[in-house]
């Protein structure tokens, strides 16, 4: 399936990309090099080491080249008085009666810890699109679903800090 992304985040993925091949990866492939040159590799804790680092640095190169590859760009911008992405949504639960804000994000930034919650996940999909005062029902599984209340749009004014994380 190909991942929802937003510019800046193919932005974040390149800029990692390119840290990876041109600054990590010159020195992994030196410590290798100095490793090998220590003599017999079949005891040669550093050589494994190295030989490990580079490959971790090079997979995560390919995992991150093949997200681009197939990923489907969507818009950053904020549909004026509906919940979209980067939006800072106040939600009410009334089976807890308690209210959450949570971050509109796409899932390769989501973090339920922080309260970012991507557009993929059963309450992301629910609330997208929906205004101040509508309901929500949010389908969990076929045995299972919730209604959430929109309380409060909030336009996030800084999305650059969002992480990407590491998979």
């Known amino acids: 399936m190909a991942e929802r992304l937003t510019k800046s985040d193919v932005e974040k993925i390149q ?11 010159p020195k992994l492939l030196e410590d290798l090099k100095e490793a090998r040159a220590q003599g017999d590799l079949s ?19 390919r995992y991150l080249e093949n997200m681009l590859k197939r990923a489907t760009i969507v818009s950053e911008e904020s549909a004026e008085g509906k919940v979209s992405m980067n939006n800072v949504v106040t939600l009410y639960f009334p089976e807890d009666d308690m209210e959450e804000d949570y971050k509109i994000v796409t899932s390769i930034r989501s973090n339920a810890l922080e309260g970012k919650i991507s557009i ?7 609330i997208m699109g929906k205004k101040v005062g509508d309901t929500a029902t949010v389908f969990v599984d076929s045995n299972y679903s919730y209604e959430v209340e929109i309380r409060k749009i909030n336009d996030d004014v800084d999305a650059s800090d969002d992480k990407i994380s590491s998979f």
């Open 15 to 25: 800029a990692e990309i390119d840290d990876r091949k041109l600054n990590q990866r």
């Open 43 to 61: 005891e040669n804790f550093e050589y494994y080491a190295a030989k490990r680092a580079k490959n971790q640095n090079d997979s995560r190169i």
């Open 120 to 126: 993929e996940s059963p309450l992301g999909k629910a």
